[in-house]
């Protein structure tokens, strides 16, 4: 029976004000659930997209296919999903990514929902990138969303940063990692970390702008992962990794275990590391941060690319020297040999791009006669950290003036003749002030 008519029924029944009051309260829950299962409860994110395709996230409940499709603003044709996966979670809730091809470049399409127009909007294909084309993209690290007791301890005046980030004209977004923090019970289940995720997606309005403004492209960290300072022996490694490559569709090569994959925009390539489900403890003899697999994947994948700039990134910081686990210096055998390769092999344009530490710097040092930058972008929302009387404090390959203690974002920006290109970094502030820039020169 429909819920209208028992409503309807119920109300006949000869009863005092405050009985039919309390079923009225009672059915209104219980229309209010039925139509939030029609809904989408996490928002829809604009995922990998190239000049030709488009990958959009979302999260729905209720029966039925509930996919985005896409309407090309200029002509006004439909465009359905070209391939659409799906991952059931917690009280039905699915996660859900529709992968768009055929389209065209550099235009605009409208992102519309056939079951609520309450999340519609509009996304662009790239353009056709040049070796001589501009490209901005936005980095950061470490977004601890405050919620329920912890907003008692995080002012919700530091969430302006996002707004910020809103601001800033950019092409695409690099997550580098702890993109969330699993706390507590968090971590005791599939239901609970998924419920997790659609928690912090759903908890800012101006998180939810961010992710549907521009492609968004990831890397995990520890908290994302599992524990604090986690490696390959947390015990639900494997769930939360179906739990990360499902909230975040990146484009992973197919049978590679682990949540790294590349990507290329312009004259640049991105390898974005897995630094976590392969990881051993640092007091293992044949210790690894990469694991084998993805040390060659990186290594063949570094050799067939003839990008100007060569972006790796990493939640852990790679040119540090300061013995600390959770830095790949801990891990001397495997470092040395990706970087006796990138010198041997004379790999030129590497950049480094890490986060993890709750500050920014940017370092850069020679080995074996080739130079080598790190930018490293942290905290977005987290806690700052104080360095006093940290190792850390005086780090000799830290550019000078580059250390930042506050909450900030990264944004890098490529431009440049194709014979001479440039990477810009700046550093931005929670109220969008400029804190600190410097350019990195193309090396070929």
């Not at 030709?52 to 029966?63: F, M, N, T, V, Y």
Request: glycine share 6%.
């Amino acid at each position: 029976m429909d819920n209208q008519f028992i409503i309807i029924a119920l109300l006949m029944i000869n009863t005092n004000s405050i009985l039919k009051l309390g079923l009225l309260l009672f059915l209104s829950i219980l229309l209010e659930n039925s139509l939030f299962s029609q809904r989408i409860v996490g928002p829809p994110m604009v995922s990998h997209a190239s000049s030709s395709s488009i990958r959009i996230w979302l999260a729905a409940k209720g029966e039925g296919a509930k996919h985005p499709v896409l309407v090309n603003t200029e002509t006004g044709s439909l465009i359905q999903p070209s391939t659409f996966e799906s991952l059931v979670g917690y009280k039905d809730v699915v996660s859900l990514t529709a992968e768009f091809n055929g389209l065209q470049a550099d235009t605009e399409y409208d992102v519309t929902f056939s079951f609520t127009e309450k999340y519609d909007f509009t996304t662009r294909t790239d353009p056709e990138f040049s070796d001589s084309s501009t490209i901005k993209f936005l980095a950061g690290s470490c977004f601890f969303l405050p919620s329920g007791l912890w907003k008692l301890f995080i002012p919700s005046f530091n969430i302006m940063i996002l707004r910020k980030m809103l601001d800033a004209q950019s092409d695409f977004m690099l997550w580098l990692g702890d993109n969330l923090y699993y706390i507590g019970a968090d971590l005791s289940s599939f239901e609970e970390m998924f419920r997790k995720q659609i928690e912090q997606r759903r908890n800012s309005k101006h998180l939810r702008s961010l992710l549907k403004k521009q492609p968004n492209y990831s890397i995990w960290d520890d908290h994302d992962y599992g524990p604090n300072n986690s490696n390959r022996y947390f015990y639900l490694k494997d769930t939360s990794l179906l739990i990360h490559r499902s909230f975040w569709p990146n484009p992973y090569p197919e049978g590679k275990i682990g949540s790294y994959y590349s990507f290329s925009k312009g004259d640049a390539d991105f390898f974005m590391l897995d630094d976590r489900y392969h990881r051993s403890s640092v007091k293992e003899k044949n210790k690894t941060l990469l694991g084998d697999e993805q040390l060659n994947w990186l290594k063949e994948s570094l050799s067939r690319s003839v990008a100007t700039f060569k972006f790796i990134a990493i939640g852990s910081q790679a040119l540090n020297e300061s013995i600390h686990s959770e830095f790949f210096a801990s891990y001397k055998q495997q470092r040395k040999e990706l970087f006796d390769f990138l010198v041997d092999e004379n790999i030129e344009g590497i950049i480094f791009l890490s986060g993890d530490r709750h500050f920014s710097e940017i370092t850069t040092r020679t080995y074996r006669g080739k130079k080598f930058y790190e930018v490293t972008s942290s905290p977005v929302l987290s806690v700052p950290r104080n360095l006093s009387g940290s190792s850390e404090l005086n780090n000799q390959f830290r550019i000078d003036g580059s250390l930042i203690t506050q909450r900030n974002f990264s944004r890098i920006t490529l431009s440049g003749l194709a014979d001479n290109r440039s990477c810009l970094v700046e550093f931005y502030n929670k109220r969008g002030k400029l804190l600190f820039t410097y350019s990195i020169p193309a090396n070929r």
